[in-house]
């Protein structure tokens, strides 16, 4: 079957939906297809809370109402090839679409590791459709020694998690020295691990995973020095890869980062009418410049909003002109948040910096009910001031205080910008006005810049 749609959209993630969304405000008078090949998909963020947190995973389901309450056709097909000369899309149901334009929000694919045995059943990807993951949940709940392979976010929250689950020990091997490497520096790691450790979580470091080991499904793990456990369940937890097959296949052009490259209004570099968003396009870090790897619901949803409303003309001029890498994560009570450049990162790029760090405690006064000691480290750049990047520690306020170090960074703010910030405070929900943790950390470097 042939079918005509003036946006086409490929795939209804987090990525395609919004993208979906904003097309239609900015150009209500084109008919828009999202084409998606899970019938149930979820939200990727969630997923390791649907084990424990939630009482059941359908409520970690991720809905398409914004899609028909915007009069956005769904399809359930797979997209097999693309067409660029004739502009059209082939799918696994036989049809063909045509578009005037085409928007990849195709996504990624968990990682599989080179490990003999890991395609033994009890190895479980973190795949993002319900059935799947349902599935999953039940095998893992009825195991009782589970191995998570990755000390990154994903593995670092499916640990704390899986220690929710009574009967079950948890082990968090990493092949880096310390969990988080990429998105904290040392202090900020070791609070990590000191907390996974509370909850009963054995942490192996500096480890390889050499083989899984197992008759009709694993039963054991064999790490690089010889030592094996008993397992009889795996989650790998060690990241994705973008989804570029059909790119590749249509002549698009391959970035550094292995995703789909695109300008900074995320048109493919080779075809200004096919967009790229989301997990399968290529990233530049915001001050190196240099293709990185992002994989954020986050990011995608920003990348999202930049392509569906300029389509057709450039409606929302992009200030942003690279990837700023802004993480959050939750570990039992504890919240750790990065955003730019790390110390560590800074330092190997070549940048002269220096570095504000202060503790504090993120209510006022710290007697109050539920008041969590914390930690706020701020690098700049020693001649110029302006912020490089950030790192903080403490109870909820922590989500929001790294969003405000993620603005301070895209608009490059200087020391004593952020010095002299007026903010909002109140006892339960922020540290006090006289001690506010950013304007310390930026006091902090007064006389080194």
Known sequence: MTKKTDILILGAGPAGVVCAVTARKYYPEKSITVIRDIENGVIPCGIPYMFA????????????????????????????RLNRKEKTVETAGKN???????VLAVGSTPLILPIKGIDKPGVYPVNKEMGYLTRVIEQIKSSKNILVIGGGFIGVEFADELSKLKGIKVTLVEMLPRLLANSFDVEFSEMAETRLKEKGVTILTNTRVEEIIGQDKVEKVRFGGGQEIPVDGVILGVGSK???????????????????????????????????????????????????QVMLASTATAEARIAG??????????ENKGTIAIYSTYIDGLVLGSAGLTEKTAREEGFEIVVGSIDGVDKHPATLPGASKGKIKLIFSKQSGIILGGQVSCGMSCAQ?????????????????LETLQVATHPYLTSAPTM??????AQAVYGKI
Not at 309 to 318: C, D, G, H
């Open 436 to 441: 506010y943790p950013i304007v310390l950390a």
């Open 242 to 292: 973008p989804n570029v097959e059909m790119a590749i296949d249509a002549g698009l052009e391959i970035g550094a980062c292995k995703g789909i490259s695109t300008d900074e209004y995320m048109r493919t570099s080779v075809d200004p009418d096919i967009f790229a968003i989301g997990d399968c396009s290529c990233k530049r870090d915001f001050y190196t410049r240099k293709a990185i």
């Open 401 to 417: 205080m790294i969003n405000v170090i993620g603005i301070a960074i895209q608009k490059r703010m200087s020391a004593t910008e």
């Open 309 to 318: 409303a300029n389509l057709y003309q450039i409606k929302v001029v992009r």
């Open 53 to 80: 947190s939630l009482n059941n995973p359908e409520e970690n389901k991720l809905g398409m109402a914004s899609l028909e309450n915007n009069k956005v056709e769904t399809v359930i097909d797979k997209a097999l």
């Open 96 to 102: 063909i679409y045509f578009y005037e334009k085409l």
